[in-house]
């Protein structure tokens, strides 16, 4: 028995011309697809099936995705994953940096309320002084310096 003995009929030529670089058309790319869902075999003995290597390195699954094929050998521990992303989405979990920096935005919005204050106190403060010595304080923002 020859390689050629290994490869299904129509797809023959094709897979021997290109079996070192592994370049496949979309439609034998279906087929390989199409032949690993349909059957029982491992991924590793379609692809050995196909190229004549031991290893495929997740190249199906690529396919698989790529092509919208649903892998049903898969499909158990895909809808499990899924299923539990959903849940760890549905629980906001506070981390420790999280609470960290919810202290420290409390923190600084008190010094913001207390600046605030601040100001307030001492723009009244002014006021008050220059109503009761009738001289101005504030610094007038048009005028010229004076020249030396």
């Given at each position: 028995m020859g390689k050629e003995s290994k490869f299904i009929s129509g797809l023959k030529s094709k897979y021997l011309l290109r079996k070192t670089s592994r370049v496949f058309s979309k439609e034998d790319r279906c087929k390989i697809i199409e032949d690993y869902?349909?059957?029982d075999c491992s991924k590793k003995e379609i692809w050995e099936k196909y190229t004549g290597e031991r290893?495929?390195?997740?190249?199906l699954l690529r396919w698989i995705k790529e092509y919208g094929?649903?892998?049903?050998?898969r499909s158990i521990f895909a809808t499990n994953t899924i299923d539990m992303k959903k849940e760890k989405k549905d629980e906001p979990v506070k981390t420790f940096e999280i609470l960290q920096l919810e202290k420290r935005i409390s923190e600084l919005e008190k010094q913001v309320s207390e600046s605030e204050m601040k100001a307030i106190a001492f723009s009244t403060m002014v006021?008050?002084?220059?109503?009761e010595f009738n001289i101005s304080i504030r610094k007038k923002f048009n005028t010229k310096p004076l020249k030396k």
């Open positions: 869902l349909s059957c290893e495929e390195h997740g190249q094929y649903v892998d049903k050998k006021d008050i002084a220059e109503k």
